[in-house]
């Protein structure tokens, strides 16, 4: 039986359209708090694939990601968000990000240290049917952010 190739042109406006898909969940959703982005970018229900040292897996649907994002801005009303690098292949999208912000309020019992600090992580994504169906983290996230991990508090 013979392989089904892709039509080399549906794949390239394919992996453009969900780079842009990406970006836009991370500078507008995230970097602007945008919500309604997240509605548009994200699967109706997404799994994280946390990093090797969680060990877990979680589905979460929409409004818990929204949830998620508004919490950390919360706790990071400054926060900004810049794509260092963003590639695509298929259905996948690998993007190194770096969230920067002061933390001026409580995220899951951390208390506001009111420092600056920066965080950079690399996400693959996987998409089903125009959405983000998968997210896979890199690191330990917002415990970098914090700088309860080593590395991540600004020197001010």
Request: charged residues 25%; aromatic residues 8%.
């Amino acid at each position: 039986m013979e392989k089904k190739r892709h039509n080399t042109a549906e794949q390239t406006v394919s992996t453009a359209g969900n780079k842009g898909v990406v970006s836009r969940m991370y500078e507008e959703g995230w970097g602007q708090g945008r919500l309604e982005v997240l509605d548009q970018a994200w699967a109706p229900t997404h799994v994280l694939h946390w990093n090797e040292q969680a060990k877990t897996d979680q589905s979460r649907t929409v409004a818990e990601l929204k949830s998620i994002v508004s919490s950390y801005r919360a706790a990071f009303p400054d926060l900004s968000v810049r794509i260092n690098e963003i590639l695509a292949e298929r259905d996948k999208v690998a993007v190194q990000v770096t969230f920067e912000g002061t933390h001026q309020g409580v995220y899951e019992g951390f208390q506001p240290t009111n420092k600056r600090s920066r965080f950079t992580d690399m996400q693959i994504l996987t998409f089903a049917h125009g959405k983000i169906a998968e997210t896979t983290l890199g690191s330990g996230g917002l415990k970098y952010f914090f700088g309860i991990l080593d590395g991540s508090v600004l020197n001010e």
